[in-house]
């Protein structure tokens, strides 16, 4: 589905990205691991289109189902922006418009994208937002931002982003600004999006513990280089690379000490 090949992303002061390779398939969950300053979200807002092409020059080969992203004229990436590409973001405060109703919002990529009538948009709305457990969807429609709390204006955002069906979710730090219990019910509710609709899902996260309760792969990036790749399992049992062997052995544990404990499960 998602092909990346020798990326560079310079800006600038500087390259940003040095010539990363990866691949999703279909229905593929991937964590883009790494600290601040690593690479990663710069990395996914480019597959995503949504770094201005004046403001960073991009190099190397995005192909998203054979279309080749980084040259194809603006109106066909628009096209795919939000009908089969969608992302969501850490903060849904500074993502969601105050001044629109939740429902408008919910259903503003099928205005954009579909031919169908207003009633039609507000019941693929309600039923998004009834796929993301937000409780009492109608009433929840008609609300504003404000009056929504984190968790529910971030259901709210990923209802936008699944109402057009994508193939590709990309998800920027989604639980970070999260409580850890509301942290856990928005993971629980990505993992069954991407079970049940076979949605690809690429994960940003500095965070190897939400990563590895989510992802089946991991790709680990380091000063704008993917360092190490693999499936989630083997790269938290056994890091090969210097640098993934410091994250994992940062891991908080139950315990009190820190690292992967044999015996847990990603």
């Given amino acids: 589905m998602l092909k990346v090949r020798d990326l560079h992303i310079a800006f600038e002061d500087g390259e940003a990205v040095h010539g990363i390779d990866f691949d999703m398939a279909s229905g593929d969950c991937l964590g883009l691991v790494g600290e601040s300053g690593s690479g990663k979200t710069v990395t996914a807002l480019t597959i995503a289109g949504l770094i201005g092409r004046n403001r960073a020059k991009a190099s190397g080969t995005v192909e998203f189902e054979g279309k080749e992203l980084l040259s194809c004229p603006r109106e066909e990436l628009r096209k795919l922006q939000g009908a089969e590409i969608s992302m969501i973001f850490q903060e849904p405060m500074t993502s969601l418009d105050p001044t629109m109703r939740v429902g408008a919002q919910v259903e503003e990529s099928l205005l954009l994208h579909t031919k169908l009538s207003p009633a ?4 693929r709305a309600l039923e998004a937002m009834a796929a993301v457990e937000l409780p009492e969807p109608e009433v929840c429609y008609r609300k504003y931002p404000h009056q929504l709390s984190g968790g529910q204006r971030q259901r709210a955002m990923i209802a936008a982003a699944i109402i057009t ?8 730090e989604p ?5 850890v219990t509301v942290q856990a019910q928005i993971l629980k509710l990505l993992r069954r999006i991407n079970r049940e609709s076979g949605m690809g899902i690429l994960f940003i996260s500095h965070d190897l513990n939400v990563v590895r309760r989510l992802c089946s792969r991991v790709a680990v990036m380091q000063n704008g280089h993917i360092v190490e790749m693999g499936d989630t399992a083997q790269i938290y049992s056994s890091p090969q690379h210097p640098y993934t062997q410091k994250l994992i052995a940062a891991i908080p544990r139950i315990d009190g000490r820190r690292g992967f404990a044999e015996g847990d499960t990603p």
Avoid: S, V
Avoid at 165 to 172: G, Y
Avoid at 175 to 179: Q, S
């Fill in 120 to 123: 039609e948009r507000k019941a």
């Fill in 165 to 172: 069906r994508p193939k590709l979710l990309i998800a920027d």
């Fill in 175 to 179: 639980t970070t600004a999260l409580d």
